[in-house]
């Protein structure tokens, strides 16, 4: 890039003027502002046209300098700082280390030896005024060699910004002597204790920012794999091995031509992503939200190919790169943090305990002395995950190297070697460390050479706000969901799910089926079915027995299934449960199906598992296990069922309310009504719905299940048409979320709606207050004094403040006339926003639709609503321009703000 000069942008007036700073002060006000302008256009064009971020960011580095040291210069000259003693201006932190993005932040140090600090400070306020009087982030601080000393060994910041400090202009001997202190009074105190506090700052940066490289929205700065990482690998490298530059690391024999290049080569890849960032905000950036990824994807030249997005290409790269960074910082964290010296290596000779293979244990370690076994049996590549495994150890830093060196060795004669399929089986089947010991070899890129069809999803990446973490990132995840499972973590909120994990037979096929359960998502579409083709030939290479590796593809092949009828299927449809029991065949295969859904689920992300789906799952489990421990794939007689339930009912309510009332009302219900519940809970229905007489109109009964997450709302009043859209806007109106409801509308003209209801965070509503305006609102809505629609827009007013932009897919709308005997079934796909389920359930209204059953999905931001309807004569819709009405409609309602 062609170096640019501020003194080329000065008036030739001022050059060698007999004039003070201060009547120079706004022509070289302009002309720095010219400067700045002309050069950031230049560097913006360069990048544009494909500069490297190492090359922006040293040309910023050095226009930087140059500003700072002319103006500086020109202060010197006028305020006559030899008068003041040494006074040496230095550059620190980011901009010591030459790392300079578009916009980033300068910090500044101005180092002195003299006594008259006013006058330092003086000259301080002058250049700072001026630099942000260029708008220019400017940091800085006055100090003399004591004052640096003292604050290093007392605040790390600082001895960190300290460890970058770059002589800009001034005097030489002050900055040579700053060095020689910082070496001798610093760095020779407490230096493991730097490193500590180091390591322990980057685990809370990682809380903080987020514990995987693979977060939805990384930052550039912060974030694991990014530039924070490099730095801080480098910091604890400086300190421990007393050095100022990187390059030094090679003489010292720390790190190799090629890693170091490895760590330029990183840097230069985030810079070019971060000016590009900064320069399309035209301000500091280091946020790579959805927006951003998309723009930067298009930037750096991705473009959609077959099913895979542009943006989705972009982040798996940058996965990937982020997924190297870290490597690399860990390993040489590792060097940094390890304690060597003659005498240990001596006495860890003789402490290093054989544990097989060629394999020792020294120091919590595995150790391989004889690096050539692995050549001479790369199976042993295997086996150094389950020995490390077996003794609850670490792998040592040179056994890391080895794995990573010897990847290539691992071909299909290791993957069909009936030792290396024994020793991956073991690592699975053991009872600890099965988690982390998958989550290492998949960091040391063993796994994806053990089974390449995992290949198909490293870092593979979906594009929304539901999956957090990269496709083979969930996948461990969700191992490790199981595992704790196995360890009891979960015993008291999910007793159910813990008993069944420790009764499964076979934990390795379990684990498999987790791991291989999105292995079709490298592949676009129908990834379910793909990965069970897939999963068969895994088995067959690991040497699975045949009903072992049926089991494992009907795993794969099905495990979307039970997530999909829990939360989107009538549970209450005896014919629907009897179908899926009978797909499942045997009550083994209901387990593993139940405990991979739950894994699948929780692993997606923060709060993805809820209450709500807990109680869906649970319910659906156990009403199937209960048809295939019967053995009976019929439904039972529905006559002679009514009549028991109709009794039972009775006796319930014999004592408080006259007979023939109860009859009466009994007659009233549905027979679905009366087969979906159990006597006692019926019976609480009927006291709602016989207190409803007379001139009443309306009856609400609030039962908040506080550990459940969720509120029960049953709504008794009289049938009006679009009685339940009305209630959807009533709630929405007053901020409340649906989460399912189960209408019944009687013989009699009663109607009894029971929903589940909590706030649209996820908490229980239990203000009185809250409940009593939805009451008294959808009282004035059925009296007429009220338009649902006028309370649901008053709710919704539109707001100068838009929300940050995330992917969103587009509307679905489909029909099933199959898995319903009584119902058309609506699924509805589409993005959440205030209103919605009013706007679809009063288009479904005007339509002429009698809702049945609702099932309310949301996931994050993306609903997936289903309705079971009637027409109005009670009938499935089964006309095709029937059909294609309601899905052109919907769709309409769907888009309508």
């Avoid at 302009?30 to 490297?52: D, N, P, T, V, Y």
């Avoid at 895979?308 to 964290?333: G, K, P, R």
């Avoid at 544990?355 to 001479?376: A, N, Q, T």
Wanted: overall charge neutral; hydrophobic content about 40%; some cysteine.
């Amino acid at each position: 890039m062609r170096r640019l000069n501020i003194k080329g942008y000065l008036p030739q007036s001022l050059m060698g003027a007999s004039h003070t700073f201060e009547d120079k002060r706004g022509s070289y006000l302009a002309a720095a502002r010219e400067f700045l302008e002309h050069f950031r256009e230049e560097s913006k064009r360069e990048h544009r046209e494909g500069e490297s971020g190492k090359d922006v960011v040293e040309s910023i580095t050095a226009m930087t300098d140059d500003l700072v040291t002319t103006l500086f210069t020109a202060l010197s000259d006028d305020l006559h700082i030899g008068k003041v003693g040494e006074l040496a201006l230095v550059a620190v932190g980011g901009y010591g280390r030459r790392e300079l993005n578009p916009y980033s932040d300068l910090d500044l140090m101005f180092l002195y030896s003299g006594k008259d600090v006013k006058r330092v400070e003086e000259i301080a306020n002058r250049l700072l005024y001026f630099l942000w009087d260029l708008r220019l982030d400017v940091g800085y601080s006055v100090r003399n060699l004591t004052d640096c000393v003292e604050m290093a060994n007392n605040d790390t910041t600082v001895k960190t910004a300290l460890l970058d400090a770059r002589l800009l202009t001034g005097s030489q001997p002050l900055f040579a002597e700053l060095k020689k202190v910082m070496v001798s009074q610093v760095l020779a105190k407490r230096s493991d204790a730097f490193i500590t506090e180091k390591v322990e700052e980057l685990k809370k940066r990682r809380e903080k920012y987020g514990s995987s490289v693979y977060i939805l929205e990384p930052n550039l700065k912060e974030g694991e794999g990014c530039l924070r990482d490099l730095h801080s690998a480098m910091w604890i490298a400086k300190i421990k091995y007393k050095v100022d530059e990187p390059r030094e690391l090679i003489t010292k024999g720390v790190l190799s031509e090629e890693e170091l290049k490895v760590y330029y080569d990183s840097l230069s890849y985030i810079w070019r992503i971060r000016n590009e960032l900064h320069y399309a905000a035209g301000r500091k950036n280091d946020q790579l939200t959805f927006d951003n990824q998309i723009s930067v994807a298009r930037f750096f030249g991705y473009h959609d190919k077959d099913k895979t997005l542009a943006v989705e290409q972009f982040m798996q790269d940058f996965y990937l790169h982020a997924n190297h960074v870290e490597h690399f910082c860990s390993l040489l964290i590792t060097k940094c943090s390890r304690r060597e010296d003659s005498k240990s290596k001596i006495l860890g000779y003789f402490t290093r305990r054989p544990v097989g293979d060629g394999f020792y244990v020294m120091r919590g370690e595995l150790v391989v002395p004889d690096e050539s076994v692995i050549e001479k049996d790369p199976v042993r590549l295997v086996k150094i995950f389950e020995y490390a495994q077996k003794h609850g150890v670490n792998l040592n830093i040179n056994t890391k190297r080895l794995i990573r060196e010897n990847l290539d060795l691992v071909n299909d004669k290791v993957r069909r070697s009936k030792e290396a399929n024994a020793s991956f089986v073991n690592i699975l089947q053991s009872e600890k460390l099965v988690a982390e010991t998958l989550q290492q070899m998949h960091h040391l890129g063993f796994l994806n050479r053990f089974i390449p069809e995992f290949e198909r999803i490293y870092c593979k990446v979906q594009h929304d706000v539901y999956h957090i973490y990269t496709v083979d990132t969930h996948t461990l995840f969700a191992v490790e969901e199981i595992t704790k499972l196995w360890r009891g973590d979960h015993r008291d909120d999910l007793p159910l799910l813990t008993q069944l994990s420790l009764e499964i037979d076979k934990r390795y096929l379990l684990l498999l089926a987790v791991m291989l359960h999105d292995i079709g998502k490298g592949s676009g579409g129908g990834h379910a079915e793909i990965g069970a083709e897939l999963s068969k030939t895994i088995a067959r290479r690991l040497g699975l027995i045949k009903e072992d590796s049926e089991r494992l593809q009907f795993l794969v092949r099905h495990h979307l299934l039970m997530a999909h009828i829990a939360q989107r299927r009538d549970l209450h449809d005896e014919r629907m449960i009897i179908q899926f029991a009978r797909q499942m065949e045997k009550s083994e295969n209901l387990k593993m199906l139940y405990l991979l859904t739950y894994a699948d689920i929780k692993a997606v992300g923060p709060d993805v598992w809820t209450e709500w789906k807990a109680l869906l799952l649970q319910e659906l489990y156990e009403k199937a296990f209960a048809v295939l421990e019967r053995g009976d794939f019929k439904l039972e007689a529905s006559g002679d069922r009514v009549k028991r339930v109709k009794r039972a009912v009775f006796d319930l309510l014999a004592d408080d309310f006259p007979h023939q009332l109860i009859k009466d009302e009994l007659q009233s219900l549905s027979t679905r009504h009366l087969l979906s519940y159990k006597p006692d809970i019926i019976a609480g229905h009927l006291r709602i719905l016989l207190t409803l007489r007379g001139e009443q109109l309306l009856q609400v009964k609030i039962a908040h299940e506080v550990s459940s997450g969720y509120t029960t709302c049953t709504v008794c009043t009289y049938d009006v048409p679009g009685l339940f859209s009305m209630i959807t806007g009533v709630m929405a109106a007053n901020g409340m979320n649906i989460l399912g409801a189960q209408i019944h509308t009687n013989t009699n003209e009663k109607v009894l709606d029971i929903l589940q209801v909590n706030s649209p965070q996820g908490f229980v509503i239990t203000e009185e207050s809250r409940w009593a305006r939805f009451e008294s609102d959808l009282t004035q809505v059925l009296q007429g004094n009220v338009r649902v629609g006028a309370l649901v827009a008053k709710r919704h007013r539109p707001s100068i403040l838009t929300g940050k932009a995330k992917p969103t897919q587009p509307a679905r709308v489909e029909i099933d006339n199959e898995v319903s005997t009584d119902y058309s079934v609506i699924d509805i796909y589409a993005h959440d926003k205030v209103g919605l389920l009013y706007n679809i359930t009063s288009t479904l209204t005007r339509l002429g639709l009698y809702i049945g059953v609702s099932k309310i999905s949301t996931k994050v931001d993306q609903v997936a609503d289903t309705f079971y309807v009637k027409d109005i004569f009670g009938q499935k819709i089964t006309d095709p321009g029937k059909l294609e009405e309601i899905r052109r409609e919907l769709l309409a309602a769907i888009d309508k703000d």
